[in-house]
Structure formats: structure tokens, C-alpha cells
């Protein structure tokens, strides 16, 4: 079936520095790739989307990179933050289905 | 723009019990989801629905889980009887095109 690998599972870093996590989708098709930011006990939360006709989106020091032809796409976090602290999911749409393939999470924790 | 609205937030139970749980969609989403949460895992989709009509309950444990989405917006999932392995958070969440909005869950503990 469908799937979308996540990596690493977990990530930690410097107060300051960059944080950067990777998934690959195996649906050619997918043409929408969410990420969702899950703190502790809360729901998940969107932070950024990326659809399959735009490489690159970027909203303030969040940023998501897409390689259609690799199948993979990225979040990059600058400047690192405690409170970027959280689980972190990607996902992948079933085009047509309005369904998602989700990763399987990345812990980041930011270490002041 | 009021979110997704779950209701209890939390429920204790003991196993072979029944639960029920309770979600309101964003207005106008006509997709609905419920997922399962496990502990440490990502959300397991277990039914979505289109309006009021099932799109995917391939991983619903049809023997004990049941939903429906009568009129087309709120919907209920429930569990009868309830074993041990269900205790998750189980999330809805809706969409109106591809962005899928998630309430706030419910825990639920079965012992």
C-alpha cells in the first residue's frame, strides 16, 4: 500500500540552530503535503502546506522544500526555539480521497 | 471560524463497557475523519465520510467499533465492547478541500 517515511524520529538541537526533517511519499500521484505540530496532550496542528506545482514555501522561520521527481519534501526550522518543542507529522493526500498518509512523527526538542 | 468541537475530553472505563464519543465538524466540512491515537504513534484514520455517506472504514474493527453521521455534520463513534488495546486519544477532524482540521480529542482509558 501507501506509504511516507519519516526521518529521523527523533531530533534534538541547540536553542538558535536549524532543525530539518524528512519524509518520501510512494504515491506519484500526492499533490498536497501537509505538516502537523502535535505538543504534548494537544490536537495536531497544521504549520505549513506545500502542493506538487510550487518547490519551496517558506512563512517566517518555517520552510517546506519539495523534490517531485525524488519524492521526498522537507521542514526546515531556523532559529530553534523551546517552544518549536513538540512531535512533528508529515502526510502525504491520496489524490481524489481527500485521505491522508501520515509519517510516524518526529520528537524535536530544543535544548536552551 | 469556530474549529472542530469534541466532546468528552477525557473517559474512564472498564473493559467489556461501552463509550460513546461525540464530534462537531467546521461549518460546511462536508469530510469528516476519526482517527486513533496511540501513544507515541501517529493518528491510524478509522472511518472518513463524505456527507453523511462512508468513504473509507477499512480500518474500523467493525466487530466493536461503529459511527455514523446522520444529517451530514455531527457525528458519533462508538465502542462496544471496549478491550484494553483501546485506549488512545481518538481525534476527529473535518476538511472542506484538502486541509484537514483537528479537534482536541478524547482520551480514553479503558482498565
Known amino acids: 500500500g501507501e506509504n511516507v517515511e519519516q526521518h529521523p524520529s527523533t531530533l534534538s538541537v541547540q536553542e538558535g540552530d536549524s532543525a530539518v526533517i524528512k519524509c518520501t511519499y510512494s504515491?506519484?500521484?500526492?499533490?498536497?503535503f501537509p505538516w502537523y505540530k502535535q505538543e504534548l496532550g494537544k490536537r495536531p496542528q497544521l504549520i505549513i502546506d506545500?502542493?506538487?506545482?510550487?518547490g519551496e514555501k517558506k512563512d517566517q522561520r518555517i520552510a517546506v522544500t519539495l523534490n517531485k521527481t525524488a519524492k521526498h519534501f522537507s521542514l526546515h526550522i531556523t532559529e530553534t526555539q523551546p517552544e518549536d518543542s513538540a512531535v512533528y507529522f508529515c502526510?502525504?493526500?491520496?489524490?481524489?480521497?481527500?485521505?491522508?498518509?501520515f509519517g510516524t512523527g518526529t520528537r524535536l526538542k530544543v535544548l536552551a | 471560524e469556530a474549529g472542530v468541537a469534541q466532546s468528552p475530553r477525557y473517559k474512564i472505563i472498564e473493559k467489556r463497557q461501552s463509550v460513546a464519543f461525540w464530534c462537531n465538524p467546521i461549518?460546511?466540512?462536508?469530510?469528516l475523519y476519526w482517527y486513533q491515537q496511540i501513544l507515541g504513534q501517529g493518528p491510524k484514520l478509522l472511518i472518513q465520510?463524505?456527507?453523511?455517506?462512508?468513504?473509507?472504514d477499512s480500518q474500523l474493527p467493525k466487530d466493536r467499533f461503529s459511527a455514523e453521521r446522520l444529517k451530514g455534520v455531527d457525528s458519533t463513534l462508538k465502542i462496544q465492547p471496549a478491550k484494553l488495546e483501546d485506549s488512545a486519544v481518538y481525534l476527529c477532524?473535518?476538511?472542506?478541500?484538502?486541509?484537514?482540521?483537528f479537534g482536541p480529542g478524547t482520551r480514553l482509558t479503558v482498565l
Open positions: 477532524a473535518s476538511s472542506g478541500s484538502d486541509t484537514q482540521y
Open positions: 504515491d506519484s500521484a500526492s499533490n498536497y
Open positions: 506545500i502542493r506538487s506545482n510550487v
Open positions: 502526510a502525504a493526500n491520496s489524490p481524489g480521497t481527500y485521505k491522508y498518509i
Open positions: 461549518s460546511g466540512h462536508a469530510t
Open positions: 465520510f463524505q456527507n453523511n455517506g462512508v468513504v473509507d
